[in-house]
């Protein structure tokens, strides 16, 4: 129970979704759609919850994306399943729809914010740290340690400002203490459709399939999505006639985001082995040269300004995923990969698309050839130092 709710993030993000997905959604319909219709149907399906006394509740940013339909193909799969009485909550910010049975409140909004800063904080500390760590499974096993730790903390009665900081540094402590090699990998960045990056299953694992081929995984924080929505609000204020009380708003977001991030920025700052979260205004001004900051669709010039802080921070092999038919993600991710060549010769970026009927094969043989393309110029680079 968290903020008056019982709440229940679903951890069914595996193939078993994906298929009960296809029976529920059109094929051609957007990959996440159908695999977030097919984890909440494969939920309800497995009769752990009572129909009668259950609610779905999923988050939405809105915009000129397949995803402001999500609502409606989980409607419509829970008429067709006979569970027409279930109702369905657009958690968003950006008026989709009233939702009268639902109020975030002030406690469950903090916590909120300060899991989604945590989670960023292990995904950096894991995916930086395992690669290289001396003992097998011991980074594991320290997110596992710190997981039931940030859970309690965020389940107890009272949450802290005091307490939260406190714990983002001693998280990083830990993890950039864990004993590991100086062993030398091909570090590859992964940037994509929201969904696809961040759900293993929508991405056949993709983190896990970089570690065993012998790199590490290098994925922008969660967070920074947010930024971007925030950050979108300028331009939409300068050059599209929003209010200003909306712009003045989303910068007061941005600007907390920043006071939540800055203990575990401070740290990281610090830390020997990681660096702190990029700025929202830099990867704007990364993507300005190539795409316009009102390219806003989709992951809009948020996605090239990803691939740019990467390069720019020394992280020049790249996987670009996102979902078959994606045309937002195509325009700004695939379609700025000759651009970015042109200024940075070395960068080895590779586009994935991801769909129910995509080959696997052809999937890996193309990140394997982009690896090839890696360990052969970290080679070079090591002949040259």
Request: with cysteine; proline share 4%; hydrophobic share 40%.
């Amino acid at each position: 129970m968290t903020g008056g709710y019982n709440l229940h993030v679903l951890e069914n993000d595996n193939k078993n979704s994906i298929d009960v997905g296809l029976k529920y959604v059109n094929n051609d319909a957007c990959y996440p759609s159908l695999l977030v219709v097919g984890q909440i149907m494969d939920a309800l399906e497995s009769g752990k919850y009572d129909p009668d006394h259950t609610a779905v509740i999923m988050s939405q940013t809105g915009g000129g994306c397949r995803a402001s339909n999500y609502i409606a193909f989980i409607r419509r799969a829970l008429k067709k399943a006979g569970y027409a009485q279930i109702p369905v909550i657009s958690f968003n910010v950006v008026g989709l729809e009233s939702n009268p049975g639902f109020k975030l409140n002030p406690d469950l909004a903090v916590r909120i914010v300060f899991g989604a800063v945590i989670g960023d904080i292990f995904m950096k500390c894991l995916y930086r740290m395992r690669p290289y760590e001396k003992v097998p499974g011991s980074a594991d096993r320290l997110h596992k340690k710190w997981e039931q730790i940030v859970i309690r903390q965020l389940q107890a009665k009272h949450v802290s400002w005091t307490r939260f900081n406190n714990l983002c540094r001693q998280i990083i402590r830990d993890f950039d203490r864990l004993p590991v090699t100086d062993e030398k990998k091909p570090r590859v960045g992964i940037v994509g459709e929201i969904l696809v990056k961040f759900a293993p299953a929508a991405n056949n694992h993709l983190v896990d399939l970089l570690e065993a081929e012998g790199a590490e995984a290098v994925v922008p924080d969660f967070v920074d999505f947010f930024m971007y929505s925030f950050y979108n609000t300028r331009f939409q204020y300068e050059h599209y006639g929003t209010s200003k009380k909306s712009m003045v708003l989303m910068n007061a977001g941005i600007k907390a985001v920043q006071l939540l991030r800055k203990a575990a920025d401070d740290e990281f700052e610090k830390s020997v082995h990681f660096t702190p979260s990029a700025k929202i205004e830099k990867l704007a001004e990364y993507a300005s040269p190539i795409v316009s900051i009102g390219n806003q669709t989709g992951e809009g010039w948020f996605l090239t300004g990803e691939m740019m802080e990467l390069i720019h921070s020394g992280v020049e092999n790249i996987v670009c995923i996102q979902p078959f038919g994606c045309l937002p993600n195509h325009v700004v991710g695939k379609g700025v990969i000759k651009a970015i060549r042109q200024d940075y010769p070395m960068a080895n970026i590779v586009a994935i698309d991801y769909d129910p009927g995509a080959s696997e094969v052809n999937q890996l043989n193309r990140i394997k050839l982009m690896l090839s393309t890696a360990n052969r110029n970290l080679q070079e680079d090591n002949k040259a130092l």
